[in-house]
């Protein structure tokens, strides 16, 4: 698929399943406390994926200082950063697994994305959120991190029928 094409899903806000030969449908369903959290994410989550999808089509891809002054404010506290004795301590007492993502490894993450939008449904407290892929392995780590972020209280891979 074109980024052009995916451009137009997150301006049009896309909402079918029925996806280009090829490619096959991954769906991200993001649970929230209530209705008013899930319209409120799905709008932060659609931000944010034209961001990144816009600076796919450009020739140079943002440098981190740059993605740091366009995000919103909302997103960037829910980064860690670690020096890297504290980043040493941290892992003596705590599973790798539970660092959670660092700025710019969720850059590169959607950088070098293995997926692209493709659409968004909202049913009361959840959000599906579908994005296309060509092949396996897949990662939408990056994604389901900017769900949680925008308020999910859980994300699930429905593809794979997995809390994320």
Avoid: C
């Avoid at 366009?70 to 003596?92: D, G």
């Avoid at 007492?93 to 993450?109: T, V």
């Amino acid at each position: 698929m074109l980024p052009q094409q995916e451009i137009e899903n997150l301006t049009h806000a896309r909402t079918d399943e029925i996806v280009p030969p090829g490619w096959t449908l991954v769906a991200l369903e993001a649970r929230f406390a209530s209705a008013d959290q899930a319209l409120k994410a799905e709008d932060k989550v659609m931000h944010i994926a034209r961001m990144v999808a816009q600076a796919s089509l450009d020739t140079t891809w943002p440098t981190n200082e740059e993605w740091k002054a366009r995000l919103p404010e909302w997103f960037l506290p829910s980064f860690h950063y670690y020096s890297k004795e504290e980043l040493e301590q941290y892992l003596k007492h705590n599973d790798r697994e539970a660092i959670g993502w660092h700025f710019g490894s969720w850059l590169d993450s959607m950088h070098n994305r293995s997926w692209r939008w493709w659409s968004m449904q909202r049913d009361e407290t959840r959000v599906r959120v579908n994005v296309i892929v060509d092949g396996w392995p897949y990662s939408v780590g990056a994604l389901a991190h900017l769900l949680k972020a925008a308020g999910a209280d859980s994300v699930f891979d429905q593809s794979e029928k997995v809390n994320i």
